[in-house]
């Protein structure tokens, strides 16, 4: 069973910095597609970062720049360092994961595969 925990979310001013981490457990890590997304109230969840099996990462227009993923294949576990944040970022952030299907986009498979953790909240004030 695969299973995604997250941890480092917390409350921030505008500018600071907070690392997510997502531990990964139940699978083989270096055979699944990863990735964050976000869910601010009212909104739909959207995607933050992704990451390929070959460490490839795309980024959000809005992540872009300020946002960086990294893995510690070690420990199973994903990071999103997230610098210079907005109260536009105030959000739950969630961690993603499933095989990468060779007929779709990363983005499709991970939501495709439907691995998510319970989220971590993220704040941000003005």
């Known amino acids: 069973e695969v299973k995604l925990v997250e941890s480092g979310g917390g409350s921030v001013q505008a500018g600071g910095s907070l690392r997510l981490s997502c531990a990964a457990s139940?699978?083989?890590?270096?055979?699944?597609?990863m990735g964050w997304f976000r869910h601010k109230p009212g909104k739909q969840r959207e995607p933050v970062a992704i990451?390929?099996?070959?460490?490839?990462?795309e980024y959000s227009n809005s992540a872009q720049g300020r946002f960086t993923l990294s893995q510690d294949y070690a420990r199973s576990t994903l990071f999103l360092q997230m610098n210079n944040l907005e109260p536009e970022d105030t959000a739950m952030y969630y961690c993603v994961a499933g095989p990468c299907i060779a007929d779709m986009s990363v983005l499709q498979s991970l939501i495709a595969a439907g691995n998510w953790g319970q989220g971590t909240q993220v704040t941000v004030s003005s």
């Open positions: 990451i390929d099996l070959k460490g490839a990462a």
């Open positions: 139940g699978y083989n890590y270096k055979m699944f597609c």
